[in-house]
């Protein structure tokens, strides 16, 4: 399955992707979906399942059946859109809440065996060399967390760039 998450205006997303199929899980920032609230909740009172029943208590299991994940950002301040963020912080159901040691460096475990690809496709007009620097490196560390091995990070002006440029498959 093929997991898009976005922060694009409807006619954006759909000259992007005018034929998604239904093995394409579409998630976008502009429906309503919840902010965590550090319950950790999908850790210890329903593993793997979020305790704020809006549709989106499944992100875990959603990015388990994924084979790529597609994000696109509008890139603040080098991270991820408000919304964007908000979707993936509600994917934290997809790790366990035990560590361990990659690098000398602290990381949970995974809750789940599946590995995916991920493309990430920030846009924003006049983006520093240190907004794309830091953007690159936050992608890199959700590679790390997420034990994904292939990715790729791209960066655009604007949202119809991507289009013109016919970068995503």
């Not at 399955?1 to 998604?20: A, C, K, R, S, Y």
């Not at 000398?104 to 493309?119: A, G, I, P």
Request: glycine residues 6%.
């Amino acid at each position: 399955m093929n997991v898009i998450i976005h922060d694009l205006e409807t006619e954006t997303f759909q000259e992007l992707f005018p034929n998604t199929n239904s093995d394409t899980h579409v998630i976008s920032a502009d429906e309503k979906l919840h902010h965590c609230i550090g319950c950790f909740g999908c850790w210890i009172k329903s593993p793997g399942s979020c305790v704020i029943k809006d549709g989106y208590q499944n992100m875990g299991e959603i990015l388990s059946k994924a084979n790529k994940l597609t994000i696109i950002s509008q890139c603040c301040f080098g991270g991820y859109s408000p919304s964007v963020k908000n979707i993936l912080d509600r994917s934290i159901s997809y790790l366990l809440p035990f560590f361990r040691l990659i690098d000398k460096e602290t990381h949970h475990k995974q809750r789940y065996k599946n590995t995916f690809s991920l493309s990430v496709y920030f846009y924003g007009k006049e983006l520093s060399q240190k907004e794309m620097s830091t953007a690159q490196k936050l992608v890199q560390a959700n590679c790390r967390n997420f034990d994904i091995n292939d990715y790729k990070t791209a960066f655009f002006q604007s949202p119809s760039e991507i289009c013109k440029k016919g970068e995503i498959q």
